[in-house]
Each structure stands twice: as structure tokens, then as C-alpha cells.
T-cell receptor, first 114, second 111 residues
Framework: KAGVTQTPRYLIKTRGQQVTLSCSPI?????VSWYQQTPGQGLQFLFE???????NKGNFPGRFSGRQFSNSRSEMNVSTLELGDSALYLC?????????????FGQGTRLTVV | KQEVTQIPAALSVPEGENLVLNCSFT??????LQWFRQDPGKGLTSLLL?????REQTSGRLNASLDKSSGRSTLYIAASQPGDSATYLC??????????FGKGITLSVRP
């Protein structure tokens, strides 16, 4: 059974650009959550999608957005990149929601903004 | 608002030692608590999941316990090995299905 796949693994972008990250969950999982990890703040919740609908949202500016497709794959977009957006972005896949069956993470996308 | 604390931030032990990693949380209304392992620059690997109705879970040399009333969980690692060196994070899942993570404990097991 394939795990959670995130692409790309590494990205370097310039301030002001936008970026799109992709996450393919474990087959059959309908929930995808996104997290930002930085050395100073640790892991912070961005948003969760379940059956193509955003179910929960963290405290991030509107520059961070996401969507989920009918096959449960999810994308996260960050517009007008800032240096502070440099981080490891992780997505987590869950069967019905993290509260029921726990979360399984991908390897992450390392975003560097220069 | 849920807060999860892991102390100490770093731990160094000799190989073979049994050790306990602690995790505390402020809101006992959780659905479950998970322990993860993270190697440098990598994603999180789920180690153990304890549902709120359970007291402990075991997998190999790992045993995790949960005490909701006191807001604490512990991860016990038996006979530690250098390959256990990593950062260990705990996360509590709240009523909104959101995981709240601790900052993690970086474990170093010396040969």
C-alpha cells in the first residue's frame, strides 16, 4: 500500500512569486491536512480538506490556500511569497479524519524563498 | 486552546538504556494522542496511536501510555539503540480533528 506522496520534494522560489505543492493521500483516505514546520514555531496547522471541502483552517494569512480534488489529491498554494514562508510543508492523510484513525504524513516539501 | 509540551527539548543517553519521553497537554478533551518520529529533513513517521478510551499501546520496543485526567502521555523505549536517534513528537487530536503538536524531544543514543 503506497504511502502519502508529496511533490516536489524541494523548491527554491523568489520573493513575490507563487508556489503550488501537491499531496496524494493513501488510497481510500478522504482527509488531507497541511502543516508548516519551522525551527522556531514547530509544526503549525494550515488547513484540512475532507471530501473536497475545507473542514478546518489554522491561523495563516489568506496567501495560503488549498483545494482537494475528487480523487482526494490535494494542492496547497502560497501567493506573494515572503522570506518567512521558507519551511518544510507536510501533508497528512487520514481515513475519516485525524480524530478517528490518526494521521499519516508524507516526506514533505522543503520550500526555500530567496 | 490546546497546548502540548515536551520537556526536555533534547536528551542524550548511552546505548542500551531504557528511557521515557514525556508529553503533557492542557485540554483533556482529546480524541487520541499520537507519537511520531522525525529524522532530520524528513517527514513524520507514526509510531503509536492511543485512542482516548485506551490507556496504552505497544509496538516492539515502544510502549506509550495515556492518562487523560492528568493530561500526560509517556513514550517508553526499551533497550535504546543508536538507530533510535531522532526527534520524537507527540500530538493531541482535539474535537475539531486538528492535531496540536509539541515541539519535540531530540534524542541522541550514544554507541
Amino acid at each position: 500500500k503506497a504511502g502519502v506522496t508529496q511533490t516536489p520534494r524541494y523548491l527554491i522560489k523568489t520573493r513575490g512569486q507563487q508556489v503550488t505543492l501537491s499531496c496524494s493521500p493513501i488510497s481510500g483516505h478522504r482527509s488531507v491536512s497541511w502543516y508548516q514546520q519551522t525551527p522556531g514555531q514547530g509544526l503549525q496547522f494550515l488547513f484540512e480538506y475532507f471530501s473536497e471541502t475545507q473542514r478546518n483552517k489554522g491561523n495563516f494569512p489568506g496567501r495560503f490556500s488549498g483545494r482537494q480534488f475528487s480523487n482526494s489529491r490535494s494542492e496547497m498554494n502560497v501567493s506573494t511569497l515572503e522570506l518567512g514562508d521558507s519551511a518544510l510543508y507536510l501533508c497528512a492523510s487520514s481515513l475519516e479524519g485525524q480524530g478517528v484513525s490518526g494521521a499519516f504524513f508524507g516526506q514533505g516539501t522543503r520550500l526555500t524563498v530567496v | 486552546k490546546q497546548e502540548v509540551t515536551q520537556i526536555p527539548a533534547a536528551l542524550s543517553v548511552p546505548e542500551g538504556e531504557n528511557l521515557v519521553l514525556n508529553c503533557s497537554f492542557t485540554d483533556s478533551a482529546i480524541y487520541n494522542l499520537q507519537w511520531f518520529r522525525q529524522d532530520p529533513g524528513k517527514g513524520l513517521t507514526s509510531l503509536l496511536l492511543i485512542q482516548s478510551s485506551q490507556r496504552e499501546q505497544t509496538s516492539g520496543r515502544l510502549n506509550a501510555s495515556l492518562d487523560k485526567s492528568s493530561g500526560r502521555s509517556t513514550l517508553y523505549i526499551a533497550a535504546s539503540q543508536p538507530g533510535d536517534s531522532a526527534t520524537y513528537l507527540c500530538a493531541a487530536t482535539g474535537a475539531n480533528s486538528k492535531l496540536t503538536f509539541g515541539k519535540g524531544i531530540t534524542l541522541s543514543v550514544r554507541p
